[in-house]
């Protein structure tokens, strides 16, 4: 164990105004989204009061983050303690004309990644009324069949199971299935503001 370290008192009060600054919201506002009263929040950003457990866990959920985030400041690097389990088939659905999506981690707020499989329906370029594109990037992986991936500044390319493509997202990109049965693949996009699944 080092010696010498110099550890600072936790500051939850000076983490719950910071949040609630960087979203520009008024102690009114802050008190709706987490179900506490303006006063009660104006004592926990004093330091005036010590808040029982079930008041942190109202706290993180209308602040939009996870328990762990107020336990550490915003200069440290450290883990942010999130996790979220998808079980087989327990993802959130979201179909379309062209994919049959499922959306994994669904319950996290503010996620740096979103992960989703996809049922590939289509089987032409026709199919779509336009290319699809996002900011960011995304990363592709044919879980199974076969898919041929076209986008905006390159042939067209077949993808197997077990193939992957990295790719930015502004590019005009789409997919259509080439097997028998529809492909399935998993997508892995950063989150935007523009993305649309």
């Known amino acids: 164990m080092k ?7 936790l500051k939850l009060g000076e983490k719950v105004r910071q949040i609630r600054l960087q979203h520009k919201w008024t102690l009114d ?3 709706k ?3 506490l009263a303006k006063s009660t929040l104006s004592k926990i950003e004093n330091e005036q009061v010590s808040p029982s457990f079930d008041v942190v866990q109202k706290l993180a959920a209308g602040l939009g ?6 336990f550490v400041s915003s200069a440290e690097s450290l883990v942010s303690g999130r ?6 088939g327990q993802g959130k659905p979201h179909p379309t004309g062209t994919y049959e999506h499922e959306l994994l981690a669904s319950e996290l707020s503010n996620k740096k990644m979103v992960p989703f499989k996809s049922m590939v329906h289509a089987r032409s370029f026709d199919d779509f009324n336009d290319w699809v594109r996002h900011s960011g990037e995304e990363f592709l992986l044919v879980l199974s069949g076969a898919i041929v991936f076209f986008s905006e500044f390159y042939e067209p390319v077949k993808l197997q199971q077990g193939d992957s493509i ?3 997202a502004g590019m005009g990109h789409v997919c259509v299935s ?3 049965e529809d492909a399935q693949i998993l997508w892995v996009c950063t989150a935007s ?3 649309t699944i």
């Not at 010696?3 to 008192?9: D, K, L, N």
Request: aromatic letters at 8%.
């Open 3 to 9: 010696t010498g370290a110099i550890f600072q008192p």
């Open 29 to 31: 506002e802050a008190g």
């Open 33 to 35: 989204r987490t179900g």
């Open 65 to 70: 983050i996870d328990v762990p985030q107020l």
């Open 83 to 88: 996790r979220s389990m998808t079980t087989k």
């Open 166 to 168: 990295y790719y930015d």
């Open 178 to 180: 080439e097997s028998i």
């Open 193 to 195: 503001d523009d993305l």
